[in-house]
């Protein structure tokens, strides 16, 4: 199991900017990809998904529970029952799916509340704050349908006019 993601910036010796998108949101996007795969007509049981992507059943149903909350899926219940995309893959973008999981990509050393440095903010916070926003929105323009087409591995052109130009999904 992938304990989470890890993006690192590496200067020397120093590690200056390291991000961590949780096991949560890897598996909510994870689980969100195989039902899109393995969905269609019928709906797809969280047991297929969890003997698929080996995550555990329980750890399943919470993060259905909040992406079903959040309208991303529909459940139906009974023999044969399980969840659909509420969405096709190609409206349904990855921001969302980590978001719907209260899920958060933040590159700064504080989580976001300012207080890095003695209780103050550093010198560098807004810049890291910024970051996490461009992440967000690179995210945000990642479908689960681009995953399926295999574009998610490379940003779009539109995308590499900006800061992500050798930011990469695998």
């Not at 200067?11 to 195989?34: E, F, H, Q, S």
């Not at 993060?63 to 029952?81: D, N």
Request: with cysteine; net charge neutral.
């Amino acid at each position: 199991h992938h304990l989470g993601l890890f993006l690192t910036k590496i200067v020397g010796n120093r590690t200056i900017c390291r991000m961590k998108l949780t096991t949560r949101g890897r598996y909510a996007v994870t689980a969100m990809l195989d039902l899109a795969i393995n969905g269609g007509s019928r709906p797809v049981s969280l047991a297929d998904i969890s003997g698929r992507q080996e995550i555990s059943l329980s750890y399943l149903e919470q993060l259905f529970a909040k992406l079903r909350r959040e309208q991303l899926v529909t459940s139906a219940r009974g023999p044969g029952g399980g969840y659909r995309l509420a969405r096709s893959g190609a409206e349904i973008y990855v921001a969302e799916i980590i978001d719907a999981v209260d899920e958060s990509v933040d590159v700064t050393n504080c989580q976001g509340k300012g207080n890095c440095q003695q209780g103050e903010t550093c010198l560098t916070h807004h810049l890291w704050e910024d970051l996490s926003g461009q992440i967000h929105d690179f995210l945000s323009h990642i479908s689960l349908g681009d995953l399926m087409d295999g574009r998610g591995r490379r940003p779009s052109q539109q995308m590499t006019d900006g800061a992500f130009q050798t930011l990469s999904i695998r």
